[in-house]
């Protein structure tokens, strides 16, 4: 039986998703947290340089190594100070159905991204400070989009009236 699901919350299980990248390219499930004490993910485009500071002594971890699993259809990350910056190739699965964004304050990202995962039928979006966007920006999903939460996440601007468009 294929694996389907894996979580990485430790420099161990990095490890082994790193392998698993060419083993199991067929992964459909993935939840990334935190990469443990003293690692981090190697800073994204722009990061915050004062969290960049303070971690630059902290083992750094190539998150881009989940592009490899293209046939990933779940995305839960989730965790603190992990990430920070942009991370593009963190929106380039054709396949992904569900993704959830958490506990994540500084990584970068802005609505419009999510046009890179054109079969997305759910979104859940918690404490994202760094999250930018319209909220009419979703309408690039309107064919595959059910289901849309977004807590706590306050530069994203408008309201869910502009998804009125969804029933035309």
């Known amino acids: 039986v294929p694996m389907a699901d894996f979580s990485v919350n430790s420099v161990l299980n990095y490890r082994a998703m790193a392998t698993m990248t060419t083993a199991l390219p067929n992964l459909m499930q ?5 990469p ?4 981090k993910y190697i800073d994204g485009e ?5 969290l960049a500071a303070e971690t630059a002594t902290y083992t750094p971890l190539d998150i881009d190594v989940i592009s490899n699993f ?4 779940r995305l839960n990350i989730h965790g603190g100070y992990g990430l920070n910056g942009r991370y593009p190739t963190l929106f380039n699965f054709p ?6 964004i958490s506990l994540c304050c500084n990584f970068k990202w802005e609505l419009e991204m999510l046009s ?6 759910e979104l859940d979006v918690e404490c994202n400070r760094s999250l930018r966007g319209n909220i009419g920006s979703l309408n690039v999903l309107k064919n595959s989009l059910e289901k849309v939460k977004i807590i706590d996440c306050n530069n994203v601007e408008g309201n869910f009236m502009d998804l009125l468009t969804f029933l035309n």
Do not use: A, T, W
């Open 95 to 100: 396949l992904l159905e569900k993704l959830r």
């Open 116 to 121: 890179g995962f054109p079969s997305l039928r």
């Open 36 to 39: 443990g004490l003293f690692h």
């Open 30 to 34: 993935l939840s990334i947290g935190g």
């Open 46 to 50: 722009d990061p915050d340089e004062e």
């Open 70 to 73: 293209r046939k990933l259809r």
